[in-house]
């Protein structure tokens, strides 16, 4: 039978794929099919791309707007991190569900297929791979088996982010989940090179070592994949990256600035909301139809800060909900100056409150900067041809893409299976 297996680089930049610090995917690219024009969702952040990896859908569709989120639990709206162990459940109990629309694993579980996810990132972006429990989600937080039943500790995944809790998951992943439990799709969700990025300056030493550390993990499943099916007719094997990484410029108190606008009485006040998303930030009114969501969006295009603002009607534009409490999408503005690496695009971001640390100088994204919206996407087994593909593609492709190699339905979708032969060739 058929089998999909997906591997993605967190943050990996498709510019930043060399010869250098990624042998592997240099020559492996080579031989591959390579979306030259794939693009990430919005906010640009890890949840929610992997939500919309898992059910092929834009956020106005599944419901997951970005690394933080503002709910309203009884006493108003507040700002969450979606990253915590608890967001699900408290997701949930706030608004009867989780994500809006079906996962990959929701639609394996119903013809009796499994999936297989190993996530080294937040827990977050690893329970809404498959936030209803019908696979298995491993991640160091806590794992979890169909019916979301917890897995004992000895079975879960006791890694740390980073170069060795990536390579320890990657090992296991090929032996355990490849070789001899063979689900229909298998995804391993690598740590590096965003977790360096976060805290080192983009194209730094460091920064390339976590490069490397993930071309070397994408050669081990790559060296598995091709003992497994020689052929490459049975397995489908895609490799990409959630988004790419801007360089911080300036931190932007929006909250501050909201306050001294007077549009909002106290930084944690719920008539409107930050909900921080590094270079974006959303925002959520108590009153979604109330005169604040214009007043605020005036004040916002007096900013010089501010890259493009997105309020009411206008979120369907970038893939948002348009009513909700969410009315208004920001960006910050992004520029193409290199930074002492000589890695170009530089973004100011909105300070978070949940995590208030100085990030001057090192990788972020969220928004729509054109680094931080270059993600990578290559394709070999199952039918596709080698070679260059410009046809647009995005994050929310490759779950229609792992079902039709699987016989399956592809419908209820924002995404489109991919085309196997670049345009011209036939
Ligand atoms: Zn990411």
């Known amino acids: 039978m058929n089998r999909v297996v997906i591997v993605i680089c967190d943050s990996l930049r498709t510019d930043l794929i060399t010869q250098r610090d990624a042998p592997f995917l240099t020559e492996f690219g080579g031989r591959s099919a390579r979306f030259a024009n794939h693009a990430g969702v919005f906010p640009s952040t890890t949840r929610t791309s992997a939500a919309s990896i898992a059910t092929g859908c834009l956020p106005a569709r599944h419901g997951l707007l970005g690394n933080t989120m503002a709910l309203d639990e009884g006493e108003g709206l507040v700002c969450l991190s979606v990253g915590k162990p608890d967001f699900r459940d408290r997701l949930h109990r706030a608004t009867g569900r989780t994500l809006h629309a079906p996962t ?22 690893a329970y809404f791979l498959d936030p209803d429990g019908y696979g298995w989600v491993y991640n160091p937080a806590g794992s979890y088996g169909p019916g979301r039943r917890p897995l004992p500790a000895e079975n879960g995944l ?31 969700w690598l740590s590096e090179p965003d977790y360096t990025g976060h805290h080192t300056r983009l194209g730094s030493p460091e920064h390339r070592r976590a490069i490397t550390s993930a071309d070397g993990n994408v050669r081990r ?51 409107v909301v930050v909900a921080p998303n590094g270079t974006a930030a959303l925002l959520y009114f108590a009153d979604p139809s109330g005169p604040l969501v214009g007043q605020v969006a005036s004040f916002l295009e007096t900013q010089d800060w501010v890259g493009r603002t997105f309020a009411g009607d206008g979120l369907a534009e970038i893939g948002l909900p348009t009513k909700r409490a969410l009315q208004i999408a920001v960006t910050l503005r992004p520029d193409e100056r290199a930074n002492p690496h000589g890695v170009r695009g530089h973004s100011h971001i909105v300070r978070d409150s949940l995590e208030p640390k100085d990030c001057t100088g090192f990788g972020q994204h969220g928004g729509l900067g054109s680094h931080e919206q270059r993600p ?42 991919l085309p196997q032969h670049p345009a011209g060739a036939t």
């Open 104 to 125: 990959l694993a929701e639609r394996l579980d119903r013809v009796g297929e499994t999936a297989i996810a190993f996530s080294n990132v937040s827990p977050g972006a």
């Open 158 to 188: 006791a890694i740390t982010k980073g170069d060795a809790g990536d390579t320890a998951a990657t090992e296991r992943f090929c032996e355990e989940v490849l070789r001899y439990r063979a689900p229909a799709v298998a995804l391993l």
């Open 221 to 271: 499943v790559a060296d598995t994949v091709a003992t497994l099916d020689p052929s490459g007719e049975r397995i489908l094997f895609l490799v990409g990256s959630d988004h790419g990484m801007e360089t911080v410029d300036e931190t932007i108190d929006l909250d501050k600035l909201l306050v001294e606008a007077g549009l909002k009485n106290t930084p944690t006040s719920s008539e």
């Open 376 to 417: 990578f996407l290559f394709a070999t087994g199952g039918g596709f041809t080698p070679g260059t593909y410009c046809d647009r593609s995005s994050l929310i492709d490759i779950t229609p893409t792992a079902l039709r190699h699987l016989g399956l339905d592809t419908a209820g979708m924002d995404g489109r299976p």
